[in-house]
């Protein structure tokens, strides 16, 4: 069950969202953003707990509320980082805020990835454009756990270098002898992209060191990349229910109540945002 | 449970005895129609058929505050919730605000519907069907808890009291003399010759049995392009469906200044808005989608998780949708008993 004295927020209103301060935040690409911010009150700070691929509803006073996945590590505490897409309403007046600039938050929400499951197994981590928030959450939780974990692949796909999130951050990573970090560009426009060029499927015949037994594969993207991506994963024979992905739902409250995530019986913020193939399979709706 | 009997000519006196608990509200009749009200106890309609709208307005209002915020921060509305009396529930109305009670109460507990379903006093009464009404099929034409005080006719000179909670308990208490514990061998034969007598009433013919399988067999129906083709996406069946609890959230601001509200109002399935995410991808773009979402959710999907349909056989939806999509006409359709979307 979830333990209530890590959640920000009033914990007899789970409505109230917590101020919460922005430290930092500089463009990740042409309309995305990345925040960091930290709870008003310093205490708070360190007592705040969440798992990797778990979400926040982050409110702008006045504007209103939008759920954003989490995408630090809870492994590196005090500080939490969202990735935002300038799309509408409350992303666009984010998107207005500065350092320092208070907003609200409450969360983390949602079942998150299945941390405990996922230890001692070989993990392939597959995102496209924005899946890379909820993934890198992820990705540096188990590289901060190294130990933990077996073979670790990272496949990321962008349209163009400018469109890939956070490319700074896995450059490096490129250089690390404890990961296989493939990134791969449709068109390279730049001239100077160092990885490769390619559809992100093109990674697949890398992986090499994996028994499709124990790994688990975990997939957040646009809903195009999805379709070639499983047919991929299949080909390595890793069982549908060690799949793991991430989906999107519109979502007002985030606990269960505005009923605007519902898929059949599942609630996607309660039972998801993370959901296996297998589940997906099961429930005719939960994509497309 | 505690039963007592309460004279028919001594209601008047007991309602008038309690009103220092809340404001009375009960059913008034608005045309051919009725709906809860504020009243006094004479202009009651003891015979009201379905209410326009369900009980869930007591507890989820339509709109309202959620937060004031300011530079500061956000501030909870939940001092200015009255209490009430609501008197005349019938016992579909309170099947679905145990449903509600679920949904709310359960999971991160929602403090708005929680204090607002304390602060009010819910009577039942029992009521007769209307040609409309399946609650028979549904397993909800009695309910065992949901309410604080319970009145069931009887046929006679008085009412069975049943006493659901101890703000019930203190509400009988406050006109103890009223009510009396001798209730004798014939007064339960003419509850029972009553309840027997009610029970033959039921003319809607509704098959509920194995709804789960049924949905999930006709998940790609051709059913669902026509009633979609139909649907007006008017919003009419969640806003008068007990059960239906969706809503909205939006912000307000006052001009020029940092402070202002955030509010939550109804909100319903069937229209456009519901299921769009970034990037204007709709996961339910037609209006088949959405209304199979809506009726998987009443007949199907709750029997899933609760082991009992979310319908709670009211009739409303019957009596409401324009164009004939209802529950009925949904369960008969999918079971292949009668054809009503050509
Ligand atoms: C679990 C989860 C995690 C998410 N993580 C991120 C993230 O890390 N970064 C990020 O930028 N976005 C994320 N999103 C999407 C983000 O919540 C929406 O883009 C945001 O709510 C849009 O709000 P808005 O007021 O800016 O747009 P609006 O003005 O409300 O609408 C603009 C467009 O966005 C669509 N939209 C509205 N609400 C949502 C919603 N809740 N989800 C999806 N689309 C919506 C509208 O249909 C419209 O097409 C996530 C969504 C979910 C459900
Ligand atoms: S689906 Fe129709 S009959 Fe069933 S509870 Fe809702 S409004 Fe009443
Ligand atoms: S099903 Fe009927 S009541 Fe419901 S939205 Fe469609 S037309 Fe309106
Ligand atoms: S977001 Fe409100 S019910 Fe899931």
Redesign the interface.
């Known amino acids: 069950m979830i333990d209530n004295s890590c959640i920000a927020g ?1 914990r ?8 919460m301060r922005i430290v930092r935040r500089f463009d990740l690409t042409s309309d995305v953003r990345f925040f960091q911010v930290r709870p008003t009150e310093a205490s708070r700070a360190l007592t705040l707990y969440y798992k990797p691929g778990t979400f926040m509803m982050v ?1 702008n ?5 939008a759920p954003l996945s989490i995408s630090s590590t809870p492994s590196r505490p005090g500080l939490i980082e969202f990735c935002v ?1 300038n ?2 309403h409350v992303t666009n007046s984010l998107f207005r805020m500065k350092e320092n600039d ?1 907003i ?1 938050i409450r969360g983390p929400y949602g079942n998150g990835f299945p941390i405990e499951t996922l230890k001692g197994r070989d993990l392939i981590i597959v995102m496209g454009g924005l899946g890379a928030a909820p993934l890198r959450s992820l990705l540096l939780y188990a590289l901060d756990n190294r130990d933990d974990f077996g073979e670790i692949y990272l496949l990321h796909g962008a349209k163009n270098p400018h469109e890939m999130l956070f490319r700074k951050e896995f450059y490096d990573m490129m250089e690390r002898d404890d990961l296989h970090c493939m990134l791969s560009v449709d068109k390279d426009d730049t001239g100077k992209w160092p990885a490769k060029v390619g559809l992100v499927t093109s990674l697949f015949k890398e992986i090499k060191h994996i028994d499709p037994k124990t790994t688990h594969a975990a997939i957040c993207g646009p ?1 195009v990349m999805y379709r070639f991506v499983l047919q991929e994963l299949l080909k390595l024979k890793i069982p549908k229910h060690q799949i793991l992905m991430n989906l ?3 979502m ?2 985030g ?6 995530c ?4 599942v609630y996607t913020c ?1 039972d998801g945002p993370v959901f296996s193939y297998w589940d997906v399979l099961n429930m ?2 939960l994509i ?1 | 449970m505690r039963i007592l009997k309460l004279k028919k000519k001594d209601l008047k006196k007991f309602l008038e005895s309690i009103s220092s608990f809340g404001e009375l509200w009960a059913p008034v009749k608005k045309g051919n129609r009725w709906a809860f009200q504020p009243t006094a106890p004479d202009n009651i309609d003891l015979d009201a058929g379905r209410t326009i709208l369900p009980l869930k307005k007591f507890m989820v209002p339509q709109k309202f505050t959620m937060f004031k915020y300011n530079k500061e921060g956000y501030t909870p509305e939940l001092s200015n919730i009255p209490s009430r009396i609501v008197f005349g529930a019938h016992p579909c109305d309170i099947a679905g605000l145990n449903i509600l009670d679920k949904l709310f109460t359960e999971n991160f507990p929602d403090p708005y519907y929680i204090e607002r379903r304390k602060k009010t006093a819910i009577i039942g009464l029992s009521c007769l069907p209307d040609e409309f009404c399946f609650c028979n099929e549904t397993g909800t034409d009695t309910v065992e808890e949901g309410f604080d005080l319970f009145l069931s006719e009887t046929g006679t000179d008085f009412y069975l009291v049943w006493i659901g909670s101890s703000l019930g308990d203190d509400l009988m208490r406050m006109a103890e003399n009223l009510f009396s514990e001798d209730i004798a061998f014939e007064d339960i034969q003419k509850f029972t010759n009553w309840k027997k007598e009610r029970a033959k009433k039921f003319k809607v013919n509704i098959d509920l049995t194995g709804m789960p399988s049924i949905f999930e067999l006709s998940l790609n129906s051709k059913i669902w392009d026509k009633i979609g083709e139909r649907c007006l996406a008017c919003g009419s069946c969640s806003m008068v469906c007990p059960t239906c609890n969706c809503y909205d959230v939006k912000d307000t601001v006052e001009l020029r200044e940092c402070k202002g509200e955030r509010n939550r109002c109804w909100d319903s399935c069937t229209l456009h808005e519901y299921s769009l995410v970034a990037g204007g991808h709709n996961f339910r773009a037609n209006r088949s989608d959405r209304l199979r979402l809506w009726y998987t959710h009443k007949l199907e999907s709750f029997i899933g998780a609760y082991g009992k349909p979310s319908c709670v056989g009211c009739g409303r939806c019957l009596v409401t949708c324009p164009v004939d999509i209802n529950a009925y006409t949904l369960a008969k359709t999918l079971r292949e008993e009668e054809v009503f979307f050509k």
């Open positions: 009033d007899s209103n789970p409505f109230l969202p917590e101020m409110s006073p006045g504007v209103g509320e897409r799309v509408g208070e609200g809903p999107e739902r519109r007002k409250c606990v269960g109540k505005c009923g605007h519902v898929v059949r019986e309660l005719k709706e497309y």
